[in-house]
């Protein structure tokens, strides 16, 4: 019984620490982007637009985060307690280190879990809904946002795409119709609508070149004929590192089918799917500090080599996601080579201090 509620203690000081630095984290991520994004204001969107962008992307920022989050706040929730020797009273009343270990990894399981379902249900839809957003109130000024677009080629024809809502609507796409090499019409649209297992062009424009003239034609409305599906388009569309596992391991897969290279997605896919080793190999560098050769230090020195290991695990694992490409090793390991060198440096650390 007193175990249980010592676990709950140790678990509720650890979670609270972890929220608060989040919250700090999220906040000041906030500011500083907010304060970087006005450069983009221009017509329809304003600076509360930039706003509502920006909040609208917090479940992906909340994502990004919440490594460097659990490990600065497994190290402020434990240095607090080492601070007021409660976990030295508990080590002398005969608490292990590995059950003390165990009551920190308790509230990390719940962080883990919130963190999956996140990546894979919330943020790729917020993502997708802000891009698409984005666009349309830079458009209502008649601006258009090619630069976060996709590209794709079927048959003779070849596709430019802004961006695609949550309801399956295309925004801003462009379709160039090849001869050869001879250019023979573009066609324009504002929409895209998938109706009934078919896609719809809306407020259509299209400009055939025939020889030396030029022949254009406006539409409200336009059958559009494609092997492309929603799904599909929001995999091209979307930043690949926003997307869920599940999205990620189906482009891998598609892209493999194509014989095209499917480093990149696999390697977000490890990312996304290995979080719960990379959060416990972070929380046991944390608890090393604390237990180990900084237990004596002040808390402030200790958050300060908590932020330059978390640093140097994210560079790391920055540096290992190219060399994958070059070197030709499987990207799981791009990702399982930091977290195990942290897991290691906090086993080793962990034990010098008995």
Request: aromatic residues 12%.
């Amino acid at each position: 019984m007193i175990a249980d509620r010592l676990d709950r203690y140790i678990a509720r000081n650890v979670l609270g620490a972890i929220i608060v630095v989040q919250l700090v984290l999220l906040g000041l991520d906030l500011v500083i982007t907010y304060i970087n994004d006005l450069d983009d204001v221009e017509g329809n969107y304003g600076a509360f637009q930039v706003l509502l962008y920006l909040i609208m992307r917090l479940p992906w920022r909340f994502y990004q985060y919440a490594p460097v989050g659990v490990l600065i706040g497994a190290l402020i929730g434990l240095g607090s307690m080492a601070s007021s020797n409660e976990l030295t009273v508990m080590r002398a009343a005969g608490r292990s280190l590995s059950r003390i270990l165990w009551g920190v990894m308790k509230p990390i399981i719940l962080v883990v879990v919130v963190v999956l379902l996140v990546a894979e249900y919330v943020s790729p839809r917020t993502e997708q809904f802000a891009s698409a957003w984005r666009i349309e109130q830079m458009q209502g000024e008649g601006a258009v946002l090619t630069q976060r677009g996709g590209w794709q080629r079927e048959g003779d024809a070849v596709y430019r795409f802004g961006a695609i809502r949550g309801d399956n609507t295309v925004l801003d796409l462009t379709r160039y119709e090849f001869e050869g090499e001879i250019l023979r019409a573009a066609t324009t649209a504002e929409r895209a609508v998938w109706n009934d297992g078919h896609w719809v062009l809306e407020e259509v424009s299209i400009t055939r070149f025939e020889d030396a003239r030029t022949e254009a034609e406006s539409l409200d409305r336009l059958d559009w004929q494609t092997s492309l599906t929603p799904d599909q388009l929001g995999r091209l569309l979307r930043p690949v590192n926003s997307q869920a596992p599940s999205e990620l391991w189906a482009y891998a897969r598609y892209l493999q089918e194509q014989g095209l290279q499917s480093t990149q997605p696999l390697l977000y896919f490890w990312q996304k799917m290995l979080m719960p080793l990379t959060m416990a190999s972070l929380v046991l560098v944390a608890a090393s500090f604390v237990f180990g050769p900084l237990r004596t230090v002040a808390a402030g020195t200790r958050v300060f080599y908590g932020v330059v290991v978390g640093l140097c695990f994210k560079y790391l694992q920055d540096l290992l996601a190219p060399a994958s490409t070059v070197f030709g090793f499987s990207p799981v390991w791009a990702v399982l080579g930091p977290t195990l060198i942290c897991a290691s440096l906090g086993f080793y650390l962990l034990r010098r201090s008995g």
